[in-house]
């Protein structure tokens, strides 16, 4: 039997995201990889203005492997324009790197990853951030920013806001994960407040050029 002790032992010490990448499609650090298709990497320059942090891969990612191409991918894209962000000047990626799903029927539908599956993935998402020093990390949802900035950050109460991350050089501020907005019962408005989020991070971002 297979004892999984997250992923720092197999993250090596290189800033080269071809080589991270390389690395982490072997990845065992927990047992996700066991059902999902194929880790799902992060993607984009690497030397990106942001970096844009989702919580997992979903259906589609995990069977093309690129981050960020369904229907939350798409609404991203939508929302960055609007916001004044150029998405070819961002990376996005995850804060855990494998689909975990239930299958009914023959559908996979999405689950949560637990605390310890977070942290077990979490070496990746630092070696990721020091390659790309960017200026600002962006948290997608409650469970990237928890990864980010400590299992005590509560999205409601300081989404919008600009922060330091203790174990993080960027500055870090967390919004609604896009697929949050496409369940919401007022989409419109839950998209309008996705936006006004992302001009909170252009702004600092221009204000670090």
Not at 5 to 9: K, L, Q, S, V
């Given at each position: 039997m297979v004892t999984h002790?997250?992923?720092?032992?197999q993250v090596p010490d290189t800033t080269d995201l071809a080589e991270l990448r390389a690395a982490a499609a072997a990845c065992v650090g927990c047992e996700l990889y066991r059902d999902a298709t194929q880790t799902v990497f992060g993607d984009g320059p690497a030397d990106a203005d942001a970096v844009l942090v989702g919580e997992q891969p979903g259906d589609q990612e995990?069977?093309?492997g690129e981050p960020f191409v369904g229907p939350a991918g798409r609404l991203l894209d939508r929302a960055l324009e609007d916001a004044g962000i150029e998405r070819e000047r961002v990376y996005v990626t995850?804060?855990?790197k494998h689909f975990k799903y239930d299958l009914r029927g023959k559908r996979r539908i999405h689950k949560k990853p637990s605390r310890s599956e977070i942290l077990a993935c979490r070496p990746w998402l630092a070696a990721e951030i020091a390659a790309v020093e960017p200026a600002l990390v962006v948290c997608l949802g409650a469970t990237a920013a928890q990864s980010v900035l400590g299992s005590d950050f509560r999205l409601s109460q300081h989404r919008g806001e600009v922060l330091e991350a203790q174990d993080f050089p960027a500055?870090?501020?967390a919004t609604w994960h896009p697929?949050?907005?496409?369940?919401a019962p007022d989409r419109d408005a839950a998209y309008a407040a996705l936006v006004v989020d992302l001009r909170v991070a252009a702004a600092q971002l221009r204000q670090a050029d």
């Open positions: 002790r997250g992923a720092r032992e995990d069977r093309s995850n804060a855990v500055r870090v501020t697929s949050a907005v496409l369940r």
